[in-house]
């Protein structure tokens, strides 16, 4: 079982920066993932991180987003640059058991955070 913790979100004027943080309550290789949904909207994939660091970004957030984790492979991070009106919603952070790659699928993962909102205001 493990337990994920976001952090870090809060209300940002267009062009700005945030960054995100999931703590897992264990080290591991498992893949993990950022998701966020708008309110009326289903959730959707942002940036994945699979086991052995390769990376997956939605088309909407290339170039501005950066997924990692630290070294020690308990926390993982969400950069977030120039961040747009668009981007508003709850951020969740996921994980799955086992050796996977980076995927963008909100039913690859077994594990989920509660979230933590994102609001940028133009």
């Known amino acids: 079982q493990v337990h994920l913790v976001e952090s870090g979100g809060g209300s940002v004027q267009a062009g700005g920066s945030l960054t995100l943080s999931c703590a897992a309550s264990v080290s591991s290789n498992r893949c993990m993932g950022w998701f966020r949904q708008a309110p009326g909207k289903e959730r959707e994939g942002v940036a994945a991180i699979g086991s052995a660091g390769s990376t997956t970004y939605a088309e909407s957030v290339k170039g501005r987003f950066t997924i990692f984790k630290d070294s020690a492979k308990t926390t993982l991070y969400l950069q977030m640059n120039d961040l747009k009106p668009e981007d508003t919603a709850t951020y969740y952070c996921?994980?799955?058991?086992?050796?996977?790659?980076?995927?963008?699928?909100?039913?690859?993962?077994?594990?989920w955070g509660q979230g933590t909102q994102v609001t940028v205001s133009s």
């Open positions: 996921a994980a799955r058991d086992g050796w996977c790659g980076s995927i963008l699928r909100v039913g690859w993962y077994n594990y």
